[in-house]
Nanobody, 123 residues
Framework: QVQLVESGGGLVQAGGSLRLSCAAS????????MGWLRQAPGKEREFVAA????????NYADSVKGRFTISRDNAKNTVHLQMNSLKPEDTAVYYC????????????????WGQGTQVTVSS
């Protein structure tokens, strides 16, 4: 099993940047694909980005391609989401997620979830 704790959310103006972090517990962190998902008020949870267990493969939602970058450090059991050129429509609660996917899949169905961190982008 793995436990996930997100940090780094906050309030930022449009065009600004934030870096989200997710700290994972467990000795098998490097076995898990990791993902970031988000949920805005009144909307369904949506996929944002994912990274393979090795870090060698990534995938992004079309809405964030070129602006967001997912990365991981298996030695430190952490995964990050660098968010640049933020837009008001990026406002949401962002969740870190983990699962034993062998490939980087675009899905909102993950086995393990963090508690979420709020990101608010003002116009």
């Amino acid at each position: 099993q793995v436990q996930l704790v997100e940090s780094g959310g906050g309030l930022v103006q449009a065009g600004g940047s934030l870096r989200l972090s997710c700290a994972a517990s467990g000795r098998t962190f490097s076995s898990y694909a990791m993902g970031w998902l988000r949920q805005a008020p009144g909307k369904e949870r949506e996929f944002v980005a994912a990274i393979s267990w090795s870090g060698g493969s990534t995938n992004y939602a079309d809405s964030v391609k070129g602006r967001f970058t997912i990365s991981r450090d298996n030695a430190k059991n952490t995964v990050h989401l660098q968010m640049n050129s933020l837009k008001p429509e990026d406002t949401a609660v962002y969740y870190c997620a983990a699962d034993l996917f062998e490939e980087v899949v675009v899905t909102t169905t993950w086995n393990y979830w963090g508690q979420g961190t709020q990101v608010t982008v003002s116009s």
